[in-house]
Nanobody, 120 residues
Framework: QVQLVESGGGLMQAGGSLRLSCAASGSIFSINAMGWYRQAPGKQRELVAT???????NAADSVKGRITIFRDNAKNTVYLQMNSLKAEDTAVYYC??????????????WGQGTQVTVSS
């Protein structure tokens, strides 16, 4: 009943910037937090950044200083602004939602992922 749709990925140049967006839709009762994770080929999925509905953010050390995560709660949308892109940022980026469709159904939801490729 919850769907996450990511957009904004593509082929980017090193040193450039991009903004990813993730729109949540469906029978959403409440949202505790939303965020972004990424997975490079042959690597484990890792945290990029998260933000709670109250505005508390958390980011991985690898991206601190280069990213901003923010939400539009009215639209159930989370954004990831990335600057100073590096080749190491190349990965599939997945949107994550920590929420529920009822009072007792809290769980994690995942989007399909959007490919970000950074060329040097």
């Amino acid at each position: 009943q919850v769907q996450l749709v990511e957009s904004g990925g593509g082929l980017m140049q090193a040193g450039g910037s991009l903004r990813l967006s993730c729109a949540a839709s469906g029978s959403i009762f409440s949202i505790n937090a939303m965020g972004w994770y990424r997975q490079a080929p042959g690597k484990q999925r890792e945290l990029v950044a998260t933000i709670t509905s109250g505005g508390i953010t958390n980011a991985a050390d690898s991206v601190k200083g280069r990213i901003t995560i923010f939400r539009d709660n009215a639209k159930n949308t989370v954004y990831l602004q990335m600057n100073s892109l590096k080749a190491e940022d190349t990965a599939v980026y997945y949107c994550n939602l920590d929420g529920s469709t009822s009072w007792s159904s809290r769980r994690l939801y995942w989007g399909q992922g959007t490919q970000v490729t950074v060329s040097s």
